[in-house]
């Protein structure tokens, strides 16, 4: 995975890979800003997502996630900021596991 210094830097790139939409999470389903349109929890999945660490001064760390919604299809991007991944909503976690177990297939096949 590709390391970003700024958050910036990792939406620019998931720009260029096709990721125009922008996301705010609201409790366990997606608002797509750019439509008001609501996205259940059912509907999305993480396919990319970047952590930038924090400066000390700050205890909170940045995320990037890249977004797809195939029965919208639309492709976007949901920024969030978590004291470290336990605090973050239980839907982004499951998301996270369920990316992390196709990684994990896709290494051992």
Not at 8 to 35: I, K, P, R, W, Y
Not at 36 to 41: D, E, M, Q, Y
């Amino acid at each position: 995975m590709k390391r970003y210094l700024s958050a910036a830097a990792a939406v620019s790139d998931l720009h260029m890979q096709g990721f125009t939409n922008d996301f705010q999470l609201l409790g366990n389903d997606l608002l797509l800003v750019q439509e008001g349109l609501l996205v259940r929890a059912g509907e999305f999945t993480i396919v990319k997502y970047h952590k930038i660490e924090s400066q000390p001064s700050n205890m909170h760390d940045q995320f990037v996630f890249g977004i797809v919604a195939l029965y919208h299809d639309v492709k976007g991007i949901l920024l969030n900021r978590f004291k470290n991944k336990k605090s973050m909503s239980p839907i982004l976690i499951k998301k996270l596991n369920e990316l992390s177990k196709i990684y994990q297939y896709e290494q051992e096949n």
